[in-house]
């Protein structure tokens, strides 16, 4: 079975400050890593994924992830964050045969002017 | 491209009601579409995952008898939350994955149901 760890609920951070956003995942099988942000009352949107290949991988909107097998880490990152950037952001895995998504439980980017 | 609509976008019922829930993959077709439920501050928990064509299968816990899904066609599943009560109220989300390589899950805007 997967599991999905975001130790950070909410991160505060400045306006065009970096920030990372922590994820960790267990896994006995190979995985497939995705990051998803929520806006307010919206659904999910699909950041960035990580299928295989190269472990570190860009998305949208600046931000980036790299894939750790040996930590079991998919961190987020972005250089330079904005207000418009804040938003909850969801951690998931999907591993083996299964299509199922398992997301871990958020976390709250705060961004301040 | 691959999008999906969901609607109503917020519903609000009675207790005692059902209410239906239309999820639509608007440009591609998905041979697999998911329901997922999210309270208020939390993640999203799955609640059954639906095939077209064939029964859906329920996470542990859900009551199939009570969130009642059919997937008839490749770009359109629905639930529907029969004799709701007020402890049904959640936000409901749904996603469709593209036929042929369900690597990645497309998402609904979701809608939201109160049960009064």
């Known amino acids: 079975a997967q599991s999905v760890t975001q130790l950070d609920s909410q991160v505060p951070v400045f306006e065009e400050a970096p920030v990372e956003l922590r994820c960790n995942y267990s896994?006995?099988?190979?995985?497939?890593l995705f990051w998803y942000v929520q806006y307010p009352n919206q659904g999910l949107q699909l950041l960035l994924k990580?299928?295989?290949?190269?472990?570190l991988v860009k998305g949208i909107n600046g931000f980036e992830a790299e894939f750790n097998k040996s930590q079991t880490s998919f961190h987020l990152r972005k250089p330079s964050v904005h207000i418009s950037d804040t938003a909850e952001y969801f951690c998931?895995?999907?591993?083996?045969?299964?299509?199922?998504?398992?997301f871990g439980t958020g976390t709250l980017l705060a961004v301040q002017p | 491209g691959a999008v999906v609509s969901q609607h109503p976008s917020w519903v609000i019922c009675k207790s005692g009601t059902s209410v239906k829930i239309e999820c639509r993959s608007l440009?591609?077709?998905?041979?697999?579409m998911f329901w997922y439920r999210q309270f208020p501050k939390q993640s999203l928990m799955l609640m059954a995952t639906?095939?077209?064509?064939?029964?859906?299968?329920?996470e542990q816990g859900v009551e199939k008898d009570k969130f009642l899904i059919n997937h008839a066609s490749l770009t359109l599943s629905t639930l529907t939350v029969t004799s709701a009560h007020p402890e049904d109220s959640s936000f409901y989300i749904c996603s469709a994955a593209l036929a042929g390589g369900p690597y990645e899950q497309y998402f609904g805007p979701g809608t939201r149901l109160t049960v009064t």
């Open positions: 896994s006995s099988v190979s995985v497939y």
């Open positions: 440009d591609f077709q998905a041979t697999t």
């Open positions: 990580y299928l295989s290949g190269s472990t």
């Open positions: 639906s095939n077209e064509g064939s029964k859906a299968t329920y």
């Open positions: 998931a895995v999907r591993g083996g045969a299964t299509n199922k998504l398992i």
